[in-house]
């Protein structure tokens, strides 16, 4: 018995005229009439006893019918989750993150992601981006989201976004009450700081000492929310990504726009090895538009 045999014993059956029977599988009528020969003919018994036009079903059309149904519903099954795979409603995704993204931004964006795929599904784990790094290059992972440099010598990739940094300041700052807080408005504040392993500490570095500004840096964290958690603490002030003054929830910091803008870049990249899952285009766009949505065209260089 062949597959296409037994769709059209199922059409008929549903339908008992060959007229119906071809329009829901969309052939001729004749060729239906042929497939439900040739399965007859295969099964050595009569499916069908055809009077005035009509097909009647035999007792034995009817006991196929229970086993037929079965199956084809499995193939059925398998169909549609074909055609959700190759429309990219279904699949599964393995993405890496660094905690900037991964604490708030990301669960915002994959939430969204997946409101209209709800047979996709997504693993995210928050690494640093040394690790993502090795995570993508080791093909251990789909896709890795960093705050990296595209200069710096990876697989396949691509710029995100770039966003400028931004000044965080405690609720009740003498600075709160500026529209945009400029590098001399530091001078002599307190100032929670990344380690000078990340490239934005160079960057923030190399711009104060260009103003001739010193501020008495006490604190470091490599986790931009836990700076912005000791700027609520009042530990001092800080320049941030944009990503994190965006999901910050505490209600003690209040972001400034800070000017001349220092941009951050934060990176796709993705293996070289290996197929993509044809899910990934269409997740890495969405990030993206979701990124600039949330973020705003203010906070963006031209991308």
């Given at each position: 018995?062949?597959?296409?045999?037994?769709?059209?014993?199922?059409?008929?059956?549903?339908?008992?005229?060959?007229?119906?029977?071809?329009?829901?599988?969309?052939?001729?009528?004749?060729?239906?009439?042929?497939?439900?020969?040739?399965?007859?003919?295969?099964?050595?018994?009569?499916?069908?006893?055809?009077?005035?036009?009509?097909?009647?079903?035999?007792?034995?059309?009817?006991?196929l019918y229970e086993e037929v149904q079965r199956s084809l519903v499995g193939v059925d099954r398998i169909a549609r989750a074909a055609d959700e795979i190759r429309n990219m409603q279904r699949g599964t995704l393995h993405v890496a993150a660094a905690p900037a993204l991964a604490l708030s931004f990301m669960p915002h964006a994959i939430a969204d992601y997946l409101k209209t795929r709800p047979?996709?599904?997504?693993?995210?784990?928050?690494?640093?981006?040394?690790?993502i790094v090795d995570m993508v290059m080791g093909q251990r992972c789909d896709?890795?989201?960093?705050?990296?440099?595209?200069?710096?010598?990876?697989?396949?990739?691509?710029r995100l976004v770039s966003a400028k940094m931004i000044c965080a300041l405690p609720a009740g700052h003498r600075l709160c009450g500026h529209d945009v807080v400029g590098p001399s408005d530091l001078e002599g504040e307190r100032f929670?700081?990344?380690?000078r392993s990340v490239e934005a500490r160079l960057q923030i570095d190399a711009l104060l000492a260009s103003h001739g500004v010193e501020v008495k840096m006490q604190m470091e964290s490599q986790i931009s929310y836990a700076i912005c958690s000791f700027v609520e603490a009042g530990a001092g002030v800080a320049l941030i990504d944009a990503f994190s003054a965006w999901s910050y929830r505490g209600t003690g910091?209040?972001?400034?726009?800070?000017?001349?803008?220092?941009?951050?870049?934060?990176?796709?990249?993705?293996?070289?090895?290996?197929?993509?899952?044809?899910?990934?285009?269409?997740?890495v766009e969405h990030v993206r538009a979701f990124a600039r949505e949330k973020l705003g065209d203010g906070n963006l260089a031209g991308v």
């Open positions: 018995m062949k597959l296409r045999q037994l769709e059209a014993f199922r059409a008929v059956m549903l339908h008992q005229t060959v007229t119906l029977a071809s329009e829901m599988l969309h052939i001729s009528q004749p060729a239906t009439t042929r497939l439900i020969a040739d399965l007859e003919r295969s099964l050595k018994f009569t499916l069908f006893e055809r009077v005035k036009g009509r097909l009647y079903p035999t007792v034995e059309a009817r006991a047979e996709a599904h997504v693993s995210m784990v928050m690494h640093s981006t040394r690790s896709v890795g989201f960093a705050r990296l440099s595209l200069s710096h010598p990876t697989a396949n990739a691509s929670v700081a990344h380690p910091v209040v972001f400034k726009r800070f000017e001349p803008a220092i941009f951050t870049d934060t990176s796709v990249l993705t293996p070289s090895q290996r197929p993509a899952p044809l899910l990934l285009n269409s997740f």
